[in-house]
Structure formats: C-alpha cells, structure tokens
C-alpha cells in the first residue's frame, strides 16, 4: 500500500524514475479498488445503462489519471525511455504489447539523462 501512497504522492512528478515494484503495486492496487468500486456502483444501481460505467469508478479513474500517466513515464524513464513511448499505447494490441514489454522491462544500471 505504501507504493501505491507514495505515486499519488508524486501526484504530477513527471521527471525522474520509478522503480517496477513502484509502478506495478500502482497498476495492482489501482486495478483492486477500481474492481471495488465497480462491485459498488453495480450494487447500489449508479451504472449508467448496459455500459457497465459507475459513478463512483468514473470518478476515481478521473482522480488517478494524472498519476497514472506520471507514474508511467517515469517507469520508462527508469528503464532509459522517454516518456512519449507511453504513447504507444494508442496503437491497439501490438502498441500495448509493446508498451507492457518496455514497462516490465529492468531498471538501466547506473544514472541515465532522467535523473533527477
């Protein structure tokens, strides 16, 4: 959970390096409390029509975005990216694929030009 506090506490940190453990405890605890809060709004009846979409998740998926998107470059910055390959999640399937590859991918030993 520590993880987790620790991106949004770097709420728009967009410069420097997060480690894989950093950003996959993100992407875990997000993706919890986003199945959480989906359970909820469907309980209670705040989805909008058959799209599945709740209130509750809606407004949480806006709250995490902006440290989503932070935490994500930095991840690629870590492995010696640039933040514009997160980009490459647009392109459908192969871009993904990519994109996990690169983010899954081992820390660049030593200091590279993210250093903070």
Do not use: C
């Not at 405890?25 to 989805?47: E, K, P, Q, R």
Request: glycine share 14%; proline share 3%.
């Amino acid at each position: 959970m520590d993880w987790y506090l620790t991106v949004l506490k770097k709420y728009a940190i967009f410069s420097g390096r997060a480690r894989r453990k950093e950003y996959w405890y993100f992407v875990l605890f997000n993706f919890l409390i986003s199945f959480g809060l989906g359970l909820i709004d469907g309980l209670i009846g705040l989805t909008v029509g058959d799209s599945g979409l709740g209130l509750l998740g809606g407004l949480y998926s806006l709250a995490v975005l902006i440290p989503s998107i932070a935490v994500g470059v930095r991840r690629l910055h870590d492995t010696g990216r640039s933040g514009w390959w997160l980009l490459l999640g647009i392109i459908p399937i192969i871009g993904a694929i990519i994109l996990i590859v690169f983010l899954a991918s081992g820390t660049q030993p030593g200091q590279n030009q993210y250093d903070s």
